[in-house]
């Protein structure tokens, strides 16, 4: 006589079959040596990473046919079948089959109860599919205390429990998550936790962590993992005023893993500047124009040799007026013509030529006459005032500033520049005053 539970059993076993035909009703020899179970494997990822599932799909059954009680090729073949949509169903007939052929393999229990934990919190399809008579989560709750029992030196089953249990008392399978406060609570702290987990560890911990990683075979999926841990390990040397040694943590990132990263690029930028290493922002920023050829690595690269110049009085090599006609070729907008205008007008400054610095500084006060836009005006107004300190003029340097605040009782001034000055000023956003005070502290400094 064939009950319920038999004809169950019958059918996940057919429908496994027929998910993988090649499993449980041949033995033919395999294309595969399977010598190796690990190259195996590792073989089987590559290609399912490659998304050539049918080929990862063979390697998996092949190695369930000699090794049926590796768990391995089961998950393998659990992320096959989860790379396309709704096949949560056949992951769990997958692993009911499993546990039928090895019905005491503890593993596939609790794959499979994992599986019957995701349907209790929200896919009430499968929930309804699996037919559970009483509380699902509760039966999942049953299970897991069990496997802590028989596991008791397992922390992750542990934790697992702890979590069901809190799942459970939340009323997590039965009330809308959205208006779940206590659930909501708890996903916004792991999230907090998750987050902050490396916050505790010394600079000489993380070190120890990333070097770990790095002595691992190279993986596209290490990455980010990698990445991570260069960025907490440079933010905790940061944090410690250790910044030679956190520049040279951004620099080995740079030079090893991601040239094209652009946190990490603005790492090194910030702690060159900061620490006046421009010898290393121009290498940087010549290696980063050589990768990105456009308008941004040009000026950048120009900003880093004109930093130089400045804080070395020093003069400006011959390759800049290279940069500067890519950078005119290259302008495709209003902003980069500015971008541009005002490097010119820097330079020019530099270079000790005032009259030509006046003439491009008048020509870009007429050009903005009317904006609004504060920041590209104070950009200016700087400019300005550096001007007046290289022509010995500390008066003129000074009206800046109040020329800026009253633009009103400059414009009729007979003074070409503080006219031209005034007018740029006349419709700038008065309604934050941190710009002025800005302003002021540049101005200062110069």
Request: net charge positive; charged share 25%; hydrophobic share 35%.
């Amino acid at each position: 006589m064939i009950t319920r539970k038999k004809f169950l059993s019958l059918s996940s076993l057919g429908i496994f079959s027929l998910l993988f035909p090649n499993l449980l009703f041949t033995r033919r020899k395999s294309e595969y040596i399977l010598s190796d179970l690990n190259t195996l494997l590792k073989s089987a990822s590559n290609l399912r990473k490659q998304k050539k599932y049918n080929q990862a799909n063979q390697i998996y059954q092949q190695i369930i046919v000699q090794y049926p009680n590796d768990i391995r090729a089961y998950d393998g073949m659990r992320k096959i079948l989860l790379s396309q949509k709704n096949k949560e169903w056949q992951v769990i007939l997958m692993f009911k089959s499993a546990l039928l052929l090895n019905p005491n393999n503890v593993e596939f229990k609790q794959r499979l109860y994992k599986e019957y934990l995701r349907a209790a919190l929200g896919n009430k399809k499968i929930k309804n599919l699996i037919n559970f008579g009483g509380r699902l989560l509760s039966e999942v709750k049953q299970k897991y205390e069990n496997f802590v029992q028989t596991q008791p030196n397992n922390k992750n089953l542990q934790k697992q429990y702890i979590r069901i249990n809190k799942l459970l008392e939340w009323n997590a399978d039965t009330q809308n998550p959205n208006q779940n406060l206590a659930l909501r609570t708890y996903k916004k702290q792991q999230y907090k936790n998750f987050k902050n987990r490396f916050d505790s560890l010394t600079a000489t911990q993380l070190e120890a962590k990333l070097n770990k990683l790095l002595a691992k075979p190279y993986s596209k999926d290490r990455k980010q993992h990698i990445r991570e841990l260069y960025k907490h390990s440079f933010k905790k040397l940061r944090k410690n005023k250790e910044n030679s040694q956190a520049l040279d943590k951004a620099l080995t990132y740079y030079n090893t893993i991601d040239k094209n990263d652009p946190l990490f690029l603005k790492y090194i930028r910030d702690l060159s500047k900061y620490q006046k290493k421009h010898d290393i922002l121009i290498s940087i920023e010549t290696q980063n124009h050589t990768l990105k050829n456009n308008f941004w690595s040009a000026l950048a690269l120009i900003d880093a040799y004109i930093r130089k110049a400045e804080h070395q009085n020093s003069s400006i090599p011959s390759n800049v007026s290279q940069l500067i006609s890519f950078l005119e070729a290259e302008i495709t907008a209003p902003n980069m013509r500015f971008e541009f205008n005002t490097r010119k007008i820097k330079l020019d400054i530099l270079a000790n030529q005032l009259n030509t610095a006046k003439d491009k500084i008048l020509n870009q006060c007429k050009d903005m006459y009317g904006i609004s836009n504060t920041h590209s005006i104070d950009r200016m107004n700087i400019l300005i005032a550096d001007y007046c300190v290289k022509s010995g003029n500390n008066e003129g340097k000074n009206k800046v500033l109040s020329i800026a605040v009253n633009p009103q009782s400059y414009i009729d001034n007979s003074d070409m520049l503080i006219q031209a000055m005034a007018l740029m000023n006349q419709n700038r956003n008065f309604t934050k005053n941190i710009h002025i005070e800005n302003l002021q502290k540049l101005i200062h400094k110069l």
